[in-house]
């Protein structure tokens, strides 16, 4: 028998942000260095345009599709990369 020994319900651990991310949100995004790019920034930030579900709990998102504020390019994001959830404004 399997038992699975899930990392976001421990009390002790602090939870994921990317666990409160919704479409809509603008969000900051540590830069994940492509082959062939230069080492010029850090991080950007997008919009959350999509989130997609893992195969186990469809509710818990492990991929996001987020266009980049600055270039309007559209990227898939891995969930762990979104660093900051910056507050919406109305």
Same mark, same amino acid.
């Given at each position: 028998?399997?038992?699975?020994?899930?990392?976001?319900?421990?009390?002790?651990?602090?939870?994921?942000?990317?666990?409160?991310?919704?479409?809509?949100?603008?969000?900051?995004?540590?830069? +994940?260095?492509?082959? /062939?790019?230069? &080492?010029?920034?850090?991080?950007?930030?997008?919009?959350? $345009?999509?989130?997609?579900?893992?195969?186990?709990?469809?509710?818990?998102?492990?991929?996001?599709?987020?266009? +980049?504020?600055?270039? /309007?390019?559209? &990227?898939?994001?891995?969930?762990?990369?979104?660093?900051? $959830?910056?507050?919406?404004?109305?």
């Amino acid at each position: 028998m399997s038992v699975d020994h899930g990392v976001y319900d421990s009390p002790d651990s602090e939870r994921p942000i990317f666990l409160d991310v919704a479409p809509g949100m603008t969000v900051i995004v540590k830069h +994940d260095l492509q082959i /062939g790019e230069k &080492r010029d920034k850090d991080w950007w930030m997008g919009q959350v $345009i999509h989130c997609g579900g893992a195969a186990r709990d469809p509710k818990i998102h492990n991929l996001f599709q987020i266009a +980049d504020v600055d270039t /309007g390019a559209i &990227r898939w994001v891995n969930a762990d990369l979104v660093s900051h $959830i910056l507050p919406a404004t109305d």
